[in-house]
């Protein structure tokens, strides 16, 4: 059974960081492209960035040279670096696979940027 973990999230203010980490399990990891994905109010879920299993990494436009993500095969984690947040940042974020399995969403954890 696929479960899939997030946790890190928070209250921060702009220009702040925080760590996401999303343990996963019932997956062969080391071989899964992993997406972290986030959900603003009002908004559609969106891709932010993904890793494949060979360490190549993709960043949405709007979190590129601020946000890095990485993985740890051995502890089947994904993590997201958020470095310099802004307001428009705040979102559940969530991982998934990419492309996402649609059954096994996660609880997601909330980031919210704001002074």
């Known amino acids: 059974q696929v479960r899939l973990v997030e946790s890190g999230g928070g209250l921060v203010q702009p220009g702040g960081s925080l760590r996401l980490s999303c343990a996963s399990s019932?997956?062969?990891?080391?071989?899964?492209?992993m997406g972290w994905y986030r959900q603003a109010p009002g908004k559609q879920r969106e891709l932010v960035a993904h890793?494949?299993?060979?360490?190549?990494?993709y960043y949405a436009n709007s979190v590129k040279g601020r946000f890095t993500i990485s993985r740890d095969n051995a502890k089947k984690t994904v993590y997201l670096q958020l470095n310099s947040l802004k307001p428009e940042d705040t979102a559940v974020y969530y991982c998934n696979r990419n492309p996402p399995w649609s059954d096994y969403w996660g609880q997601g954890t909330q980031v919210t940027v704001s002074s």
């Open positions: 890793i494949t299993g060979g360490l190549s990494t």
């Open positions: 019932g997956i062969s990891f080391s071989f899964t492209t």
